[in-house]
T-cell receptor, first 116, second 112 residues
Framework: GAVVSQHPSWVICKSGTSVKIECRSLDFQATTMFWYRQFPKQSLMLMATSNEGSKATYEQGVEKDKFLINHASLTLSTLTVTSAHPEDSSFYIC????????????FGPGTRLLVL | AQSVSQHNHHVILSEAASLELGCNYSYGGTVNLFWYVQYPGQHLQLLLKYFSGDPLVKGIKGFEAEFIKSKFSFNLRKPSVQWSDTAEYFCAVLRGNNDMRFGAGTRLTVKP
């Protein structure tokens, strides 16, 4: 099946720094990718839809300036957590639909962020 | 608020026991329904999905789910679980083009 990778798999940073997370579709092209956030023992919450060549679409309550998304190519989307604070510590997961069907999502392995 | 509800947070079963995980959603209109599984240390994988047609859907690894429209439910079942089924299970609802919402997940522990 299709593969989506994320890098890094985990990151620890100091409060106030920015962290970039990459999401790549390894064997298919994705004009759209999705970024989710998962708190412990909670559901995946959709943060934003990343669109190749255009602005991302953010869900209500997600700060655009806080979570910068760039979809520079058909295989890469990046999420940058700017001026990270401890409350941003979470598990961030990306997904991409493969085969042109929105219903078939392939998920990355996730990136665990810990902000000290 | 509209949501996807998974009733059980943690289910513990012995091998060979039957499994049923509940999932209810509160969205109206046409929806597509999914069950995903996340094995320890791995990414989410699709177990099965329902778009239309037969409301009883067969998935991988012996799992099945039944869509009951009148109950807004899409429960996951397996007649006989194995130790290797230990994982986190997520129900998800897709509305429209890209609006996918997940339940909180149910952790299944199967004792050998």
């Amino acid at each position: 099946g299709a593969v989506v990778s994320q890098h890094p798999s985990w990151v620890i940073c100091k409060s106030g720094t920015s962290v970039k997370i990459e999401c790549r579709s390894l064997d298919f092209q994705a004009t759209t990718m999705f970024w989710y956030r998962q708190f412990p023992k909670q559901s995946l919450m959709l943060m934003a839809t990343s669109n190749e060549g255009s602005k991302a679409t953010y869900e209500q309550g997600v700060e655009k300036d806080k979570f910068l998304i760039n979809h520079a190519s058909l295989t890469l989307s990046t999420l940058t957590v700017t001026s990270a604070h401890p409350e941003d510590s979470s598990f961030y997961i990306c997904s991409a639909p493969a085969g042109g069907t929105k219903e078939t999502q392939y998920f990355g392995p996730g990136t665990r962020l810990l902000v000290l | 608020a509209q949501s996807v509800s998974q009733h059980n947070h943690h289910v513990i079963l012995s091998e060979a026991a039957s499994l049923e995980l509940g999932c209810n959603y509160s969205y109206g209109g046409t929806v597509n329904l999914f069950w995903y599984v996340q094995y320890p240390g791995q990414h989410l994988q699709l177990l099965l999905k329902y778009f239309s047609g037969d409301p009883l859907v067969k998935g991988i690894k012996g799992f099945e789910a039944e869509f009951i429209k009148s109950k807004f439910s899409f429960n996951l079942r397996k007649p006989s679980v194995q130790w290797s089924d230990t994982a986190e299970y997520f129900c998800a609802v897709l509305r429209g083009n890209n609006d996918m919402r997940f339940g909180a997940g149910t952790r299944l522990t199967v004792k050998p």
